[in-house]
T-cell receptor, first 113, second 114 residues
C-alpha cells in the first residue's frame, strides 16, 4: 500500500528564514510519481512540482527547491528566504500508474513578518 | 490556461434537499476528479472519470452521484446528505488518468449540511 508521511504538522518561521518541509513515502511500485501542492487559506490546491521515480535530479525554481532521494524514500521541499505569502498548507502526494493519488497529512507553514 | 472552475463557491442545504455541484475545465484534460476535504485534513478521493466514464468510485455513499456530461464538465449531485458531509468539495482535472500527470484543482465548493 502507498503511504505518504509529513511528520511536521505545523512550522512557524520569521520572514527571510529558510524552511524545509519533509516528505517520506512508501510504495512497492518501481514506477511512481511524487507531487507537492500548496493550499493557501483561499482553499484552492496549487500544483508546485512533479517528479517521477526515475528522475532523482534535484530541482530549483526561484526560492523553491526540491530534494528527491530514493535511498531514503524522501522528497523534501525547501523554501529559501521565506515570505509571508508562503504561508499555506503544503501537501506532498504520491501516485502510481493506477492513478491512486495519496496525499500526506499536510504541513501548515506560517511565515511571520 | 490552467483553470478549473467550480460553482457554487458556498452551499448550505438541508438534509432533504437536492443540489448539484458543477465543475468545468477547458484544458482538454481527459480525466476529472472529485475530492472531499474536511478541515485540517488532506483531500480524499471520491470519484475519477476517465474519458467521460467513471473509472474509480472510492466506496462513496449513494447520496453522492457523479455525472460527466462531456469531457469538460463534471457534476456532483447531492441528495439526502448528512451533517457529517459538510466539507470542502474539490474538483480536479489532469491530462489523463494514468497517474503520471499533475492534477489541477478548482477553488472548491464549501458545503454545509444543516
Amino acid at each position: 500500500a502507498q503511504k505518504v508521511t509529513q511528520a511536521q504538522t505545523e512550522i512557524s518561521v520569521v520572514e527571510k528564514e529558510d524552511v524545509t518541509l519533509d516528505c517520506v513515502y512508501e510504495t512497492r511500485d518501481t514506477t511512481y510519481y511524487l507531487f507537492w501542492y500548496k493550499q493557501p487559506p483561499s482553499g484552492e490546491l496549487v500544483f508546485l512540482i512533479r517528479r517521477n521515480s526515475f528522475d532523482e535530479q534535484n530541482e530549483i525554481s526561484g526560492r523553491y527547491s526540491w530534494n528527491f532521494q530514493k535511498s531514503t524514500s524522501s522528497f523534501n521541499f525547501t523554501i529559501t528566504a521565506s515570505q509571508v505569502v508562503d504561508s499555506a498548507v503544503y501537501f506532498c502526494a504520491l501516485s502510481d500508474q493506477s492513478n491512486d493519488m495519496r496525499f500526506g497529512a499536510g504541513t501548515r507553514l506560517t511565515v511571520k513578518p | 490556461d490552467t483553470e478549473v472552475t467550480q460553482t457554487p463557491k458556498h452551499l448550505v442545504m438541508g438534509m432533504t434537499n437536492k443540489k448539484s455541484l458543477k465543475c468545468e475545465q477547458h484544458m482538454g484534460h481527459r480525466a476529472m476528479y472529485w475530492y472531499k476535504q474536511k478541515a485540517k485534513k488532506p483531500p480524499e478521493l471520491m470519484f475519477v472519470y476517465s474519458y467521460e466514464k467513471l473509472s474509480i468510485n472510492e466506496s462513496v455513499p449513494s447520496r453522492f452521484s457523479p455525472e460527466c456530461p462531456n469531457s469538460s464538465l463534471l457534476n456532483l449531485h447531492l441528495h439526502a446528505l448528512q451533517p457529517e458531509d459538510s466539507a470542502l468539495y474539490l474538483c480536479a482535472s489532469s491530462q489523463d488518468s494514468s497517474g503520471v500527470y499533475e492534477q489541477y484543482f478548482g477553488p472548491g465548493t464549501r458545503l454545509t449540511v444543516t
